[in-house]
């Protein structure tokens, strides 16, 4: 028969464990992340839509970028851009050209397609947003995306890919 106390002795210190986790800014930033990849999922599933190919769909609203200019504005790395962008183009939701000026230089920009697919999906995505913080009040969600935005403005040259503020 066990030993009960051992037992007990065991959940307390898994309790401990689970305690330091939850004591950790990384661990705590990564999990919800992934929580908000989840219900991003639930909300825009149907669209066949990732998070990262929404933000650069969303970059792209209203403009031409070059693939630099597009991996600055959403923070995520030239192999990571390169194929996004080539997941959506073969989506038919943007066009790439070379740049007349610059040969080197890929430019991206939405097709009519990817235009009403972001109108279609802005609700959806709303929603994704708005669950992930929900549990916060009004004034808890302003401030929660203030320290964000703080942290991210603050640490951004530590990131695998800078991001380019306006």
């Keep these: 028969?066990?030993?009960?106390?051992?037992?007990?002795?065991?959940?307390?210190?898994?309790?401990?464990?689970?305690?330091?986790?939850?004591?950790?800014?990384?661990?705590?930033?990564?999990?919800?992340?992934?929580i908000h990849v989840a219900l991003f999922y639930e909300e825009c599933g149907a669209y066949g839509l990732t998070p990262v190919q929404y933000s650069v769909l969303t970059s792209l609203q209203g403009e031409e970028l070059d693939q630099k200019r597009l991996a600055e504005s959403v923070g995520i790395d030239r192999a990571t851009t390169t194929e996004v962008l080539r997941r959506l183009d073969k989506a038919g939701w943007i066009e790439r050209r070379k740049c007349r000026v610059d040969g080197r230089r890929q430019l991206a920009c939405l097709t009519q397609t990817g235009e009403t697919l972001l109108a279609t999906v802005e609700e959806s995505a709303r929603r994704a947003h708005e669950r992930t913080i929900e549990p916060l009040t009004k004034a808890e969600q302003d401030r929660f995306v203030r320290y964000m935005n703080k942290i991210v403005s603050a640490k951004n040259e530590h990131g695998r890919a800078s991001l380019k503020f306006p």
């Design 1 to 34: 028969m066990p030993d009960i106390a051992s037992a007990a002795a065991r959940q307390q210190v898994k309790k401990e464990r689970l305690e330091d986790l939850a004591a950790r800014p990384g661990f705590l930033i990564r999990r919800l992340h992934q």
